[in-house]
C-alpha cells in the first residue's frame, strides 16, 4: 500500500531537483571564474534553470560573484528579457518605446490585455500566459514590435498577433 507524498516528501523532492540545478548553476560560475563580468551571463543561466530570478536566487549570485546585491537586482530588472516572477506558459512582451509607441503599441497592448484577460505585467491565473512590456527591444525600424514565445515579431499587426495569441490559447474566432 503507498502513502500519500506529504508535504516533507514534496519539499525533499523540491530539494534534490533544486541541488542539481544549484550545481549546474554552480559550475556556470566556476566556467567564469566567479568574475563580476559575467552577471547577465550567470543570470541567463539562473533564469534557465529556474525559469524565474527569485530574490533568495539573485542574492546567492551576488554573494558568489562577490558583487553588491544592489547590482545584480539593476541589472536583472534593467533588462527585460530577466524575470523576477514566474512567467506563464506563452509570453508576449510589447516594446512601449518611442517608436513602438508613435506606430500603435498601446493600442496593441490594450488589445490583448482585452483578448487575454491578462493586464500588463501580470500572468492569467491559469498560468498559461504572460502579458509584458518593455520599455525598448532595440528593434526600432521593424516598431511596432513583439516578442511571442521568444519569437520577434516585427511591424506587429493586431489582427496578426491576436490571432496568434487566439491559437495559443486556444479561443475560436
Do not use: W
Request: with cysteine; net charge neutral.
Amino acid at each position: 500500500m503507498t502513502t500519500p507524498a506529504t508535504n516533507t516528501d514534496v519539499d525533499r523532492s523540491a530539494r534534490v531537483a533544486g541541488d542539481n540545478r544549484r550545481k549546474i548553476l554552480e559550475a556556470t560560475m566556476k566556467r567564469f571564474q566567479y568574475q563580476g563580468d559575467a552577471l547577465i551571463e550567470v543570470l541567463h543561466k539562473a533564469q534557465e534553470l529556474y525559469g524565474f530570478l527569485s530574490p533568495e536566487l539573485l542574492s546567492e549570485v551576488a554573494q558568489r560573484l562577490r558583487l553588491p546585491p544592489s547590482r545584480v537586482y539593476g541589472v536583472a530588472t534593467f533588462y527585460h528579457f530577466f524575470s523576477l516572477a514566474p512567467q506563464g506558459e506563452h509570453t508576449c512582451t510589447i516594446c512601449l518605446g518611442t517608436a513602438c509607441y508613435v506606430r500603435g503599441a498601446s493600442l496593441l497592448l490594450h488589445e490583448l490585455e482585452a483578448l487575454s484577460g491578462v493586464k500588463a505585467g501580470h500572468t492569467s491565473a491559469d498560468g498559461r500566459f504572460s502579458l509584458l512590456t518593455a520599455r525598448c527591444l532595440g528593434a526600432c525600424g521593424i516598431a511596432p514590435a513583439a516578442v511571442l514565445d521568444g519569437e520577434v515579431i516585427g511591424h506587429a499587426d493586431r489582427s496578426d498577433l491576436t490571432a496568434r495569441i487566439r491559437a495559443l490559447l486556444g479561443h475560436e474566432e
